[in-house]
């Protein structure tokens, strides 16, 4: 199709690659099908000309990059809609890659995000079947997001401020916002972009304050698009990425809204002012858990993006001499290159799978759950709890060593590494901050090593706790001795961790001076049980999923498990020195057949991102084309700069000359 | 002074503070006689409104900024130049905190910062005496860059290929761009704002490659700024930080320059185009080394500016509860967040400490250079490239932590953390990239191993290789003992390396392969030495400085330099366990004692960044402000905001509206 030469250097490493790079394609896309899918989609959004930027959009001021963004983002509604009518494809992430284009459209979030990511889903799973009726019917004209962060408070709901009072006089609520810390702050598309919004707020009935429910409310006139009197929103201003995300501020001053603004799935409040409390109070547990796993889908899909940035970069990238005499070498031939990149390659591969595993646990426990029987519900709530958090710290280092790796020009935006650094980095932080998310994970594990103690059996992903508690934990040099090894770890941590607490609490602390006394300790051993659920699943779903692969691709992806493993094992070698029979020399193993799997993965590294098939418009990269036009693209984009298009600026004339110059510089 | 209220977190915080604040900003800035320098320049150029932004920066389009930046950049030039007239005050960093006032002038870097950062010092270091006297000479309306790097090559400097051939007959260097990666990229201010370059470029005379030369070349007239024939000049476009800077690229088409516009303080051309071969091929290893030093002071300040926004907002901030009876607490109280910033205060004043030491050796060494004496040159080389490297990486680590720490609001541009993380990071690429330093370092480090290995003594700041390398490296729970203990673990990490080396060579594999091997081993010897340097120096300085200082001053001195090393220890602990006698019990040990130091700190933690005394406007932080009003300035920052100055914007009418509403939503 394209007449554009491609790189030698990469022409070279294609050839050179051992497996099926189609076969891999499929592979990522969850198969051929999807594939087939998603190119459709990602050819027709593209051959909308008004969907492309004539100017890169960083270019533009705050004010017009919005406006840029609500053009593009409503374009592409409309595009996606009338072609496939199914309001429900018109999704902005899931469980595939199906519409990953839509970075190509809005490259730096779009406005209306949350509409498709948090207010309909919300809907549909916290609103009753006639709410759901209403509020779901096309046509309606509601453009929504989902408030529940405020200036005062983000992970720890509880202390949310804003108030729902039920006046039964006139079967409304009155939405208040009681002090300046009480306002809405960070939803995506609040401020100028939503007319309706779910908001978080701790119901009131009769004096009594039931706790946070969840309220549809009208902001904005649907006509006018006019806030409504008293409602206070506005924009929050901008942000480490997520420029066109219109993250908004929102505050109420004794708005009312009628009673059956209360999504009356779970809880209800009747005319009366009757409180109906849940049957149960976990049900909103699921809505969490999904977020986060699907958390985890995102970050493959970003790394990805990230390495194959880098890769290509490094494919084409030549500088230094290794001998005099030789021309400059790809630095991807630098073995400390290797070290930087292909763990990101190996990473993706990771959380991709670990994610659809994860999946499958949730859509088993969600299941169980509309049964009643909600046996397995702490459990995966504590996975998805550290994964969220170890997955979105690990991948936010990657992406940034990718960006590091690519020198100077990884700072450039038009490599498109800053943006996504932007976008990682964040999810360390939303829908549930680090730290607070390994303690969730950590106040299980401290149940689960009490039930341990007492002899009781465990719940299969912490089982390794029991067995490791007895065991001499012998080290042994292959992945499976990894897996154990980091499993004698987290159990020795855990251990360790929890006798600590004990200790504080008999030496007469309060369990939660204790509980601050152990903290950083918690957080440790909450990552040693991530850790462990990482390379286990990773490694015991390779296994399964090359048996149904031709052999020239099982052969690579169980390189990159392995590498995987044996990374992380380097990683926690002082965690394993501590607390297996690992010796020195053992070590010193680990490290050379790490190297010699970086050597084996070396001639096929382009292919394997070339496996993740994100096409150019979706990386956005002048580093990561398909191509390897490097240095053509940086000129080539930079020459689109305003700045560019003069040869003179005006603040020569207005500035330089009568400031600098009569100042005698 | 001032009215506003200060928060009561911050007063109380204030009011417990062990230590006398003043006696450690005098510290701090060098001398009370330093803070009051910097106090007078601060309030000066504080006291003209036309350097304040009406509306933040970041809000406009990336011209629009440019054209603030340097109407800003020149005012503030000329500002300071009429009042203290020396040309050479009005300078951009340096060893002092004097003039940190320009980051509240510009805060995302100066067009100018380039012509007197690099482009005055290289002519002050490599132009001849009579060229100085020009060129230095005011009122010649030059505004300069440096340009070095080009679009295909960095670090690796023999790869330019920007070329200055010698025409004897017209006595000319022809400068010219043979391709396109051959093109100048990344010089600040050299897009739309300098009309001078000092050019490195190989000189070529009768078809011969004499190396890398610097030249200065005019590239805009003077009198209307218009690129002159033969001068390709313009802006590389937005990049992760450093929005202001206009950075430019730059390409020749045979362009001619006078002979006399070659820097020729060391070679020489002659005439006829004999070459005149510098007496000493080291000398341009003098600018580098400042350059990297340099480096490692700035670093101080700008960790410190980090630190001191966290700690304040963590002060201010209250979430969850540890005590379902209690109030919520200070963030600052919990034992995670302690562990997050702590660490970041101690490294602002271990960069401090090391710089200054590192300062006194640089002159030093560079006073013997002027004798003649080259001897301690490659020992100080090879400490600025570790250093540099590993200050730039850690110190990225600690400003991206401490913004983590900060939560959902670190991501907000106005909290500034995201632009420190730009300014920062951009450290571990700049002058060096981060793993090309370590190797550099590496490289000496196998040299002075051989030396040791022959029974050669080695120099003082690698003496501890033959010490370590015949003890029994028996571990000792100290200060002292954990730099030993660092000792042991750098010497062990050369040997391997280096056996590592050696074997490959005897296996039959030339040195360059056997060097591509050993590439990870190599940095991470170079990465342990620097630990010891970093720990060594650190320690020694802090207990000279607390001789010197008020009882109570000097015991938290004293803490923050032991926090750093136990920090260190902690880190480094798999590398203890493999090449010392520690055990994991030791280890136990300096994880209590850490968790103590903390708990130390704590009632200082307020007090420590205080000291640091960075005002207000050079903070640029709604979180870190010194009267702690958080939430208000978020508010306030964001109404500045161009979308919240109207309603209702455009986009509703122009697009949702004809797009959405139609297609039915």
């Given at each position: 199709?394209?007449?554009?030469?491609i790189?030698?250097?990469l022409?070279?490493?294609?050839?050179?690659?051992?497996?099926?790079?189609q076969?891999?394609?499929?592979?990522?896309?969850g198969g051929?099908?999807n594939?087939?899918?998603?190119?459709?989609i990602?050819?027709?959004v593209?051959s909308f000309d008004?969907?492309?930027d004539?100017?890169?959009e960083?270019?533009?001021?705050?004010?017009?990059r919005?406006?840029?963004?609500?053009?593009?983002?409503?374009?592409?509604?409309?595009?996606?809609q009338?072609?496939?009518?199914d309001?429900s494809?018109?999704?902005?992430?899931?469980?595939?890659?199906l519409?990953?284009?839509?970075?190509?459209?809005?490259?730096?979030?779009?406005?209306f995000?949350?509409?498709?990511g948090m207010?309909?889903?919300?809907?549909?799973?916290?609103a009753?079947p006639?709410?759901?009726?209403?509020?779901?019917r096309?046509?309606?004209?509601?453009?929504?997001?989902?408030?529940?962060?405020?200036?005062?408070?983000?992970?720890?709901l509880?202390g949310?401020?804003?108030?729902?009072?039920?006046?039964?006089?006139?079967?409304?609520?009155?939405?208040?916002s009681?002090?300046?810390?009480?306002y809405?702050?960070?939803?995506?598309g609040?401020a100028?972009?939503?007319?309706?919004?779910?908001?978080?707020?701790?119901?009131?009935?009769?004096?009594?304050?039931?706790?946070i429910?969840a309220?549809l409310?009208?902001?904005r006139?649907i006509?006018?698009?006019?806030?409504?009197p008293?409602?206070?929103?506005?924009?929050?201003?901008?942000?480490?990425?997520?420029?066109?995300?219109n993250?908004?501020?929102?505050?109420?001053?004794?708005?009312?809204?009628?009673?059956?603004?209360?999504l009356?799935?779970?809880?209800?409040v009747l005319?009366?002012g009757?409180?109906?409390?849940?049957?149960?109070d976990?049900?909103?547990?699921?809505?969490?858990?999904?977020?986060?796993?699907?958390?985890?889908?995102?970050?493959a899909?970003?790394?990805?993006?990230?390495?194959?940035?880098?890769?290509?970069y490094?494919?084409?990238?030549?500088?230094s001499?290794?001998k005099?005499?030789?021309p400059?070498?790809?630095?991807?031939?630098y073995?400390t290159?290797?070290?930087?990149?292909?763990i990101s390659?190996?990473t993706?591969?990771?959380?991709?799978?670990?994610?659809d595993?994860?999946?499958k646990?949730?859509?088993?426990?969600?299941a169980?759950?509309?049964?009643?029987?909600?046996?397995?519900?702490p459990?995966?709530h504590?996975?998805a709890?550290?994964?969220?958090?170890?997955?979105?710290?690990?991948?936010?280092?990657?992406?940034?060593?990718?960006?590091?790796?690519c020198?100077?020009?990884?700072y450039?935006?038009?490599?498109?590494?800053?943006?996504?650094?932007?976008?990682?980095?964040?999810?360390?932080?939303?829908?549930?901050?680090?730290?607070?998310?390994?303690?969730?994970t950590?106040?299980?594990?401290?149940?689960?090593?009490?039930q341990?103690?007492?002899?009781?059996?465990?719940?299969?992903?912490?089982?390794y706790?029991?067995?490791?508690?007895?065991?001499?934990?012998?080290?042994?040099?292959?992945p499976?001795?990894?897996?154990?090894g980091?499993?004698a770890?987290?159990?020795?941590?855990?251990k360790?961790?929890?006798?600590?607490?004990?200790?504080?609490?008999?030496?007469?602390?309060?369990y939660?001076?204790a509980?601050?006394?152990?903290?950083?300790?918690?957080?440790?051993?909450?990552e040693?049980?991530?850790?462990?659920?990482?390379?286990?699943?990773?490694?015991?779903?390779t296994?399964?999923i090359?048996?149904t692969?031709?052999?020239?691709?099982?052969i690579?992806?169980?390189?990159?498990?392995?590498?995987?493993l044996?990374?992380?094992?380097?990683?926690?070698?002082?965690?394993?020195?501590m607390?297996?029979?690992?010796?020195?020399?053992?070590?010193?193993?680990?490290?050379?057949?790490?190297?010699?799997?970086?050597?084996l993965i070396?001639?096929?590294?382009?292919?394997?991102?070339?496996?993740?098939?994100?096409?150019?418009?979706i990386?956005?990269?002048?580093?990561?084309?398909?191509?390897?036009?490097?240095?053509?693209?940086?000129?080539?984009?930079?020459?689109?700069?305003?700045l560019?298009?003069?040869?003179?600026?005006?603040?020569f004339?207005?500035?330089?000359k009568p400031?600098?110059?009569?100042?005698?510089?």
């Amino acid at each position: 199709m394209t007449k554009t030469k491609i790189n030698a250097d990469l022409l070279k490493e294609r050839r050179n690659c051992t497996f099926d790079v189609q076969e891999l394609i499929h592979l990522n896309d969850g198969g051929i099908h999807n594939t087939a899918k998603r190119k459709e989609i990602e050819e027709y959004v593209l051959s909308f000309d008004e969907l492309k930027d004539k100017i890169p959009e960083e270019y533009l001021s705050h004010k017009d990059r919005y406006e840029s963004a609500v053009r593009k983002g409503c374009i592409l509604i409309s595009v996606l809609q009338n072609r496939w009518k199914d309001q429900s494809t018109v999704q902005f992430s899931g469980q595939n890659n199906l519409y990953r284009i839509v970075c190509a459209v809005v490259k730096d979030m779009s406005p209306f995000m949350l509409h498709f990511g948090m207010f309909l889903p919300t809907i549909s799973s916290q609103a009753s079947p006639e709410q759901q009726a209403e509020w779901l019917r096309s046509g309606n004209n509601m453009i929504g997001t989902y408030a529940q962060t405020e200036l005062g408070h983000g992970t720890f709901l509880r202390g949310l401020e804003t108030t729902a009072t039920y006046d039964a006089t006139t079967e409304e609520f009155i939405m208040h916002s009681p002090t300046l810390t009480s306002y809405k702050w960070w939803p995506g598309g609040l401020a100028q972009t939503a007319n309706h919004c779910i908001v978080m707020a701790q119901l009131h009935i009769s004096g009594k304050n039931l706790g946070i429910h969840a309220f549809l409310v009208q902001i904005r006139d649907i006509e006018t698009h006019m806030p409504l009197p008293g409602i206070k929103v506005g924009e929050i201003g901008p942000k480490f990425g997520f420029q066109t995300a219109n993250n908004g501020f929102l505050g109420f001053n004794n708005f009312r809204i009628p009673r059956k603004n209360m999504l009356m799935k779970n809880s209800q409040v009747l005319k009366d002012g009757t409180y109906v409390k849940s049957k149960n109070d976990k049900l909103t547990y699921g809505t969490m858990v999904y977020v986060r796993v699907n958390i985890v889908t995102e970050l493959a899909f970003e790394v990805a993006r990230a390495a194959t940035i880098a890769v290509r970069y490094a494919a084409v990238r030549h500088q230094s001499k290794m001998k005099p005499e030789d021309p400059e070498p790809q630095i991807l031939d630098y073995t400390t290159q290797q070290h930087k990149l292909f763990i990101s390659i190996a990473t993706s591969h990771a959380y991709r799978t670990v994610s659809d595993w994860l999946w499958k646990t949730y859509h088993q426990v969600v299941a169980d759950m509309t049964t009643g029987n909600m046996k397995n519900l702490p459990e995966l709530h504590a996975l998805a709890c550290c994964l969220k958090a170890v997955c979105s710290s690990d991948a936010t280092t990657c992406v940034e060593q990718c960006r590091l790796a690519c020198g100077g020009h990884g700072y450039m935006t038009s490599s498109n590494l800053p943006i996504l650094y932007g976008f990682v980095s964040a999810t360390i932080t939303y829908e549930g901050e680090y730290t607070v998310m390994m303690l969730q994970t950590a106040r299980y594990l401290v149940k689960v090593y009490k039930q341990a103690y007492e002899g009781k059996s465990l719940p299969p992903n912490t089982a390794y706790i029991t067995k490791h508690l007895e065991a001499k934990n012998s080290w042994v040099d292959s992945p499976e001795g990894i897996i154990s090894g980091l499993q004698a770890v987290a159990a020795s941590i855990i251990k360790q961790t929890c006798e600590m607490l004990f200790q504080h609490i008999e030496s007469g602390k309060s369990y939660a001076d204790a509980w601050n006394l152990s903290l950083v300790q918690l957080v440790n051993a909450s990552e040693a049980h991530a850790r462990v659920v990482l390379c286990e699943m990773y490694w015991r779903e390779t296994q399964t999923i090359t048996s149904t692969v031709s052999k020239n691709l099982a052969i690579v992806l169980q390189q990159l498990a392995e590498l995987y493993l044996y990374y992380w094992a380097l990683e926690k070698r002082g965690d394993l020195l501590m607390f297996t029979t690992i010796t020195k020399e053992d070590i010193r193993k680990l490290q050379k057949r790490y190297e010699e799997l970086l050597a084996l993965i070396r001639p096929n590294a382009v292919g394997l991102v070339d496996g993740f098939d994100i096409r150019d418009e979706i990386l956005s990269s002048t580093l990561g084309a398909y191509d390897g036009r490097v240095y053509e693209r940086l000129m080539e984009e930079a020459m689109k700069s305003p700045l560019n298009s003069e040869p003179l600026n005006a603040s020569f004339h207005n500035y330089i000359k009568p400031y600098l110059f009569k100042s005698k510089i």
